[in-house]
């Protein structure tokens, strides 16, 4: 009887688990590869482009980059404060505006539950 009991026992919960196991290490390989050829096609596009130069503790030095809007491109302007005007309000808001507003219209006249 243990031993029809050890049977269905490895039938029924060790087998399906060790068939789980074997999913989740199979897709867990799977993007761990996937992983690795992104970043091996990625050194490899490096090494196809320019390579900045190396230094000797192996860190790149910083890369020189231009100017995007070179310095002959516009001309300076000098600005120059307003005085502020005594008589209007600082925050320019100078008028009152009135809103109309429409009634509420009611349907329904409510009584309270007993």
């Known amino acids: 009887m243990g031993t029809f009991l050890l ?3 490895v039938v029924f919960f060790v087998i399906p688990l060790l068939r789980v196991v074997a999913t989740v290490y199979k897709a867990r390989r799977t993007m761990r590869d996937a992983m690795r050829s992104m970043y091996e096609a990625q050194q490899g596009q490096r090494a196809q482009g320019a390579e900045p130069h190396r230094r000797k503790a192996g860190w790149t ?8 809007i070179t310095k002959d491109v516009g001309e300076y302007v000098k600005f120059e404060e307003l ?17 109309r507003t429409e009634s509420q219209i009611t349907d329904v006249e409510w009584e309270d539950i007993k």
Do not use: E, V
């Not at 005085?83 to 809103?99: C, F, I, K, V």
């Open 61 to 68: 030095s910083p890369i020189m980059r231009r100017k995007k």
């Open 7 to 9: 049977i269905i026992f």
């Open 83 to 99: 005085p502020a005007d005594p008589d209007s309000p600082a925050d320019g808001y100078t008028r009152a505006t009135y809103t």
